[in-house]
């Protein structure tokens, strides 16, 4: 290998094509993706998705999706159906290489036994609490339980025996025999099979022990020919027993690699964290924009490319660093200007009258689409004397350097003409404006060979054309960086950003959205990007803000500093 393709190549691509190179593996890459269906993906398994599907892909080898699904306390089919749909989404194939550590019970119950035989198991009947007891710390050495010597042929009849549901909950595990003064708290005799009396999403109650992921992980890696096993950082400390349980078996080794795993700013991507973000109402569900799911995501319009960019750019690392989510805003910014339409939508509508504009005129102004891709072609939108205009772009005593609409001054409407304000209408009890009059200058319509230039192009729709909407815009959940830093904040949910979310009910959108389609994303001109919510039916259109067209956030944090 060439030292500038190494100086390209990740620490795991460096392992595979040394691997490839020495034949280790027979010339073959066979990756997996093996979440448990114990919750809903988010952005740092899409991290792992792409790194596995993707190595696979390089390579020219296979990559499976598989389930871990040995807890059925915590595992539903509703969890397995979402990863499915997640996986998918971002564009990734295991074609007939879905599979279930439940496929495998049977043989894992068979190794299990092969380890009592060996006398490297033993049925223990420590309670959970005295388990942990006996374990000890990391500066002492655990003691071994007082059943540590049972005879193979009372172990052997015992675990049949914990199989056919003769023992309660808790009376009774089955533990590896390895070494309870180990360094490594892992290798002190680690639970193998517990009673869980609990029906299972695919077994039903055919079961009432179930392997421990330690036990099961490594040996499905196993019967699955698993070329490289790659984890995150914290199943470091695992792999001597990963190691240890192929080893004593004597079955097929797969190499357990471990990358450091995202972690993002303003985000927290504990499974335990986010289950009390929507346990205590923080957030409307698993999908709500605001969560960093990949279902969340989704909803809030990002797309599976800047995802999947997002992933590429940080590249993978071997210790853990925290990436600021800035990157991933920039990456779907990217995407989005490539490919979203341009349209005009006005969030918090003002409405201007045009007194020189013939009553009753309706004329058809050509606009494009997206100036970054020609092919996308042209639409017409609609102009008429009465239309809305942004709230905050008039202001009736304008600061310096404000160049937006103000009395007596001109500006351009996009895609039309300069208006200029004439008059302002308000409500003679509450001071409140209620409308602008404005003239306008014929010769000046946009495409025309005029001169005359303004300081301010606006957006606008049509009054009597534009369609009602509701906005949500979603910002980041949290206020600062690290919410997972306890001086910052004692408990995360002390940061949560109170304005994460508002909900603007009274929009106004250009008629060309009618028939737009849930998951559809546009630009809305000088507002940001936007996409159609699952909310939207029955002509009630939902937009959500799917990202703002600048990092505005630098602001923001400077003013929290301060």
């Known amino acids: 290998m060439s030292e500038e393709k190494s100086q390209r190549l990740n620490f795991i691509e460096k392992i595979i094509e040394e691997d490839l190179k020495t034949g280790k593996y027979g010339g073959r890459v066979h990756t997996r993706f093996p979440p448990e269906p114990n919750g809903y993906l988010h952005i740092g398994h899409a991290k792992s998705i792409c790194l596995n599907f993707g190595l696979a892909e390089k390579y020219g080898g296979l990559c499976n999706l598989r389930f871990d699904d040995t807890n059925p306390?915590?595992?539903?089919?509703?969890?397995?159906?979402?990863?499915i749909e997640d996986v998918r989404w971002l564009g990734f194939d295991w074609e007939d290489r879905l599979f279930y550590a439940s496929d495998y019970f049977e043989q894992l119950y068979e190794y299990a036994v092969q380890l009592i035989k060996k006398g490297k198991a033993y049925v223990d009947d420590l309670s959970p609490e005295e388990i942990r007891k006996y374990r000890g710390t990391l500066t002492e050495p655990g003691k071994e339980s007082p059943y540590r010597n049972r005879s193979v042929e009372e172990n052997l009849e015992l675990f049949?025996?914990?199989?056919?549901?003769?023992?309660?909950?808790?009376?009774?595990?089955?533990?590896a025999k390895i070494d309870m003064a180990s360094g490594n708290l892992n290798m002190r005799d680690p639970v193998m099979y517990r009673i869980i009396k609990a029906p299972h999403h695919r077994t039903g109650t055919k079961w009432c022990i179930y392997p421990t992921y330690d036990f099961a992980h490594p040996l499905s890696d196993s019967i699955e020919r698993i070329t490289h096993s790659i984890c995150t950082l914290e199943f470091e400390d695992h792999r001597p027993l990963y190691d240890w349980f192929l080893d004593e078996l004597g079955v097929y080794h797969p190499q357990q690699i471990e990358f450091a795993r995202l972690n993002l700013s303003y985000t927290v991507l504990s499974k335990r964290k986010l289950t009390r973000l929507v346990d205590e109402g923080y957030v409307n569900g698993w999908d709500d924009p605001r969560m960093p799911t990949i279902a969340g995501l989704r909803r809030r319009g990002y797309t599976p490319e800047a995802i999947r960019t997002f992933c590429d750019r940080i590249g993978v690392a071997k210790s853990n660093s925290i990436v600021d989510i800035s990157l991933l805003e920039h990456c779907v910014r990217e995407d989005l200007n490539r490919r979203a339409p341009r349209v005009m939508a006005v969030l918090r509508p003002i409405k201007v009258v045009i007194t020189n504009y013939p009553e009753g005129k309706v004329e058809e102004l050509e606009a494009i689409n997206n100036p970054e891709d020609p092919s996308m072609g042209t639409r017409m939108i609609p102009f008429s004397r009465e239309i809305y205009i942004e709230e905050d772009d008039f202001r009736e005593d304008p600061p310096k350097k404000y160049y937006r609409l103000a009395p007596g001054r001109e500006v351009r409407l996009k895609h039309a003409y300069i208006i200029k304000c004439e008059r302002v209408i308000k409500d003679e009890k509450t001071g409140k404006i209620l409308e602008l009059h404005c003239t306008y200058d014929p010769e000046s319509k946009s495409g025309s060979t005029q001169t005359k230039r303004v300081k301010a192009t606006l957006h606008w729709v049509s009054a009597p054309h534009a369609l009602k909407a509701e906005v949500r815009l979603y910002d980041r959940l949290f206020l600062k960086p690290n919410p997972d830093d306890k001086k910052e904040c004692p408990d995360f949910t002390d940061c949560i950003n109170p304005d994460s979310l508002q909900i603007l009910t009274d929009c106004r959108v250009e008629p060309s959205l009618k028939n737009a389609s849930v998951g559809d994303r546009y630009q809305f001109l000088r507002l940001g990007y936007f996409c159609v919510d699952p909310d939207t039916k029955d002509g009630h259109l939902v937009f959500n803000r799917t990202v703002s067209l600048k990092d505005t956030w630098a602001k923001i944090e400077k003013k929290l500093q301060k």
């Open 73 to 83: 306390m915590k595992e539903e089919a509703e969890y397995v159906e979402s990863i």
């Open 160 to 175: 049949e025996r914990m199989r056919k549901g003769e023992f309660q909950e808790g009376e009774k595990v089955l533990r």
